[in-house]
């Protein structure tokens, strides 16, 4: 009994073959045939010479030599791994197949390209926008400091990051970051560029260092300076493209909002900063906040949530210590960060400090588009499934017509493994073909979606390289759907019966040729189908419902001081002679300022109330107050339902003010508001209506206007509170909106009378009312998109499936149509015979999908807005278009099967 080898001579034995493979002087199978046969002659002779004859002494050469054709397989084998030359042998028979039927390879590989390209598309933004950290040594080592309630993410206070720093132990340091935008003069022209503020501790505690120059340090960031002025970090794109990467910038000075920096240092080229999507063009010293928001600088505002706060963690700490750090400091922060209590415990109530990963910083795009990214992420992965069923089935039929060759090779003697291996090497090409496919459209289709990302203004600067992650991700896709799609198919042609070679079958049932497959099809459709209703629904219901504004013809304009820094009388007063200007300008029908523009992602809150008959006071943190002229209702298209509208009289000091229905009924409930009062409160909401009221704080009730939905068009109107432009109601920052007819001619009015006004004012921003309706619905439009996409394509794939699968159950049943056509059968009958047969698979694969697609739904549900996720209309217009598409699917074979010959379908055998 031959004893198992050990590993050790294993080994050796590998490594013996693998030299013998690669040495250059290795005999080759000819030259070893050749020395066979110079033995077997040698053994002829001697024979000969012990007097045989000539035949019988070369037979007896080759008995005594042996079997020559097992020696020389022998000798081959032992060259050689069989596992590799088999499995370059099969290779080579799988691309001489894939060019045989070009037809089977471009719609198989289109199709799982097409499913493997989607998940890669929508994979990448996911890296992009959730998975990926921060371009610093050790990211996971970061933390950061979050205040926020729910969805709603803020940054941290001044005082908030002052206090944690004083409180915290578990970290090397905190540091803070707050993002800007900045007027810099280049050649005497003013550009509004955006950057970013950090503290002097930033670089160390990131562990962060310039591409180019130096960093600056805590001694640089202090107030007015430090020792060696201002100095600025610029942003590689920035340097790039402003100073074609010249190393003599280092050094130079750049003025911003009219103080002079100097240029210290170059970021990394894929340093973006520490909010995910922003930009980083110019980097400064926290410090610099006190000029770039003067003359009301944030750094030292208890209400101001604006910075982003990061620490590093010692070695050997954790977030769970981080957590419990802030949990036994916390009463201790926010007394600190809020000695008053009226934004921690007023304004900012349902709000909370917390502490989360650091290592992919902060990220808006995070928070607005994690649930959709993440509801497409389930969508693309059911699409996916739906590609590889159909490639399966594509697979399916292409064994089926090759079953007499896998019949001949069983017969042969082919072992099922060699079978199988055969068919699984033809998978791998195709895993490999689509893969390398679907990474470009991956790419392709990523960028394409990126634009759905853009504000108003550009895109953000996602990073949608495919990198090792993306890599990886796409080829597992590739791999695992490939085998999904082959393996059925693979074990059915290493199933074959030899007999099949002598004898081919009249038909197959639809089950035998994968009849199964279609019904996980329709399953798919029908998920993907009643998301995209549900989502195409909410985008419609969104865009349709009445917001309270107008929409077409309104030009906004951002209007920027700049590195004027004029006080708030001047800037008001600017504003003032704008509106004026642009009344008189063509095209312009009306002109208004506005201390906030509608639907742009701000908030805002007062603190004001108000005195009923009976002394019932009611009070009000979250009341929104906008400071608008005159005209800005005639502009905007926000109809006054009760009272008058502002005058210009009204601008010369009347405390007035005009309520929003909800506030009017908040305020006044069962009421008349017209001429009453609402207060201005102070910072103690319990003194509400228990103290002397400055005449300065009382506003009358002058008009009401309707509800609009200022915050966002899927938030409910918050109660507004208009004033009119007092002499300084507006700071450096106010916007401009012109109602015209031709919103070009308005556009080039707003900027030139922002350019005669203010002459050394950076050139506003100005965007359409529509710009900023759209972009408020991007993530219901891109989900929408998407989603309805998804369900076009399924539709699709399973109308074809289900076209293929009947198409060959017609064929395979030719027979027996023609001996029912034969005694008698009605064509009709054949036709719903047919139909019935294909309606079956599909009722079976509707009512599973049906229940998938509830549960599915059902976590769609926070994206929807004003249409229930079990809605029975969708539900049912849902599964109607499911059935017409397979009732269309059906009627061509089965019209085909009605035209079936007798006469031709008996002889079919």
């Known amino acids: 009994m031959e004893r198992p080898r050990s590993l050790s001579a294993r080994l050796s034995s590998l490594v013996s073959r693998l030299y013998a493979a690669l040495r250059p002087g290795r005999r080759s199978p000819s030259d070893f045939a050749a020395e066979l046969q110079a033995h077997l002659e040698l053994e002829a002779g001697r024979l000969r010479e012990a007097g045989m004859s000539e035949e019988e002494a070369l037979a007896a050469a080759r008995r005594n030599l042996g079997n020559m054709t097992h020696i020389q397989e022998r000798f081959y084998e032992s060259r050689r791994w069989l596992w590799l030359d088999r499995l370059v042998q099969d290779v080579h028979y799988g691309l001489r197949q894939m060019r045989r039927n ?91 560029i955006d950057g970013a503020m950090m503290t002097g501790n930033g670089f160390r505690i990131l562990e962060l260092h310039p591409y180019l120059g130096r960093a600056f340090g805590e001694r640089d960031d202090v107030p007015g300076s430090g020792p060696n002025g201002y100095q600025a970090l610029l942003g590689y794109g920035y340097w790039k493209s402003h100073f074609n990467e010249s190393r003599a910038v280092l050094g130079k000075s750049l003025t911003v909002d009219g103080r002079v920096v100097t240029i210290i240092g170059i970021l990394p080229p894929r340093f973006d900063g520490l909010v995910a999507g922003g930009r980083t063009d110019l980097l400064l010293p926290l410090s610099f906040e006190q000029i770039a928001n003067a003359p009301t600088p944030l750094r030292h505002s208890a209400g101001a949530f604006w910075l982003t706060v990061l620490g590093r963690l010692k070695p050997g700490k954790s977030i769970k210590a981080a957590k419990a750090n802030l949990n036994a400091t916390l009463a ?69 017509s090759r079953e007499r060759e896998f019949a001949v090779r069983s017969a042969l003697g082919a072992p099922r493994a060699r079978l199988l291996s055969q068919v699984l090497s033809e998978v791998a090409l195709l895993a490999t073909s689509s893969g390398g496919l679907g990474i470009l459209f991956g790419w392709a289709g990523a960028r394409g979606l990126v634009s759905m990302f853009a504000a108003v203004g550009q895109a953000p600067p996602l990073d949608l390289i495919p990198r090792t992650p993306i890599l990886a991700f796409t080829a597992g896709a590739g791999v695992l759907s490939a085998w999904v799609a082959g393996l059925w198919p693979a074990w059915r042609a290493s199933r074959v019966a030899p007999i099949l070679g002598v004898k081919q079958t009249a038909g197959a049932s639809p089950k035998r040729m994968g009849g199964w497959i279609v019904p996980v099809q329709v399953a798919v459709s029908v998920i ?45 007063a600017d504003a003032i002679r704008m509106v004026d200007a642009l009344e008189n300008a063509p095209g312009v029908h009306a002109a208004t300022a506005m201390s906030y523009p509608p639907i742009h992602d701000w908030w805002s809150a007062g603190h004001y109330f108000s005195i009923g008959p009976h002394g019932a006071v009611h009070t009000d943190l979250q009341t929104w107050p906008e400071t608008v002229s005159s005209a800005y209702f005639t502009v905007m298209g926000t109809r006054i339902l009760e009272g008058r509208t502002f005058d210009r009289a009204d601008s ?82 106010f916007f401009l909106a012109v109602l015209g007819h031709k919103t070009p001619l308005a556009a080039e009015a707003l900027r030139n009378v922002v350019r005669a006004v203010v002459p050394t004012a950076a050139q506003p921003e100005v965007y359409t009312f529509n710009a900023l309706v759209n972009q408020n619905l991007r ?117 085909r099967a009605t035209k079936v010959d007798p006469m031709v379908a008996l002889r079919y055998e």
């Open 102 to 192: 070009p037809g089977f390879t471009s719609v198989a590989i289109l199709t799982l390209a097409l499913g493997i390209g989607a998940n890669a598309a929508i994979f990448t933004l996911t890296y992009a926008v959730i998975l990926k950290g921060l371009p610093v040594p050790n990211p996971g080592a970061l933390v950061r400091y979050t205040f926020r309630n729910g969805a709603q993410d803020l940054g941290l206070s001044g005082p908030a990051y002052d206090a944690l720093r004083r409180h915290e132990t578990v970290d090397t340091g905190i540091l803070a970051w707050g993002g800007a935008t900045f007027t810099v003069k280049e050649n005497g022209l003013a550009e509004r």
């Open 332 to 400: 201790e922060v926010r007394k600190e960060a809020d000695p008053t209590g009226l934004f921690l415990n007023g304004f900012f109530r349902p709000f909370h400090f917390g502490v989360e990963s650091g290592r992919a910083g902060r990220s808006m795009l995070r928070v607005e588009y994690e649930e959709p990214l993440l509801a497409l992420e389930i969508l693309v992965g059911f699409l996916l499934m739906l590609c590889c069923a159909n490639t399966a089935l594509l697979f399916l039929a292409h064994v089926g």
């Open 528 to 572: 993907l189908l009643v998301s995209a209703s549900l989502l195409g629904s909410t985008f419609l219901r969104l865009l349709l419902q009445k917001s309270g504004f107008r929409t077409n013809g309104v030009v906004i304009a951002d209007v920027n001081s700049g590195s004027n820094k004029i006080t708030n009388a001047q800037a008001t």
């Open 652 to 733: 010369h000091g009347a405390r007035v003010c005009i309520l929003s229905v909800s506030a009017a009924r908040y305020f006044f409930p069962r009421q008349d508001p017209i001429d009453r009062f609402v207060y201005a409160a102070g910072s103690n909401p319990r003194l509400d209506g228990k103290r002397k009221v400055d005449a300065e704080d009382a506003y009358r009730v002058i008009g009401v206007a309707q509800d609009a939905r200022f915050r966002s068009l899927d938030e409910p109107p918050p109660r507004m509170l208009y004033f009119p432009i007092l002499p300084k109601s507006l700071g450096n920052e």
């Open 779 to 895: 993530t219901e439009r891109m989900l929408m998109a998407l989603s309805t996409c998804f369900a076009a394509i399924a539709l699709l794939l399973t109308a074809l499936g289900l076209y293929g699968l009947m198409s060959r159950s017609v064929a395979a049943r030719t027979q027996e149509i023609g001996v029912r056509v034969a005694l008698g059968a009605p064509r009709g009958h054949v036709l719903t015979l047919v139909i019935r047969q294909g309606l079956l698979l599909v009722l079976g694969g509707a009512a599973v999908g049906l229940g998938a697609a509830l549960v599915v739904a059902r976590l769609l549900r926070s994206l929807l807005f004003g249409v229930h996720s079990g809605d029975p209309k969708l539900l049912a217009a849902s599964m109607a278009v499911i059935f017409a598409v397979a009732l269309l699917a059906c009627f061509i074979p089965a019209r």
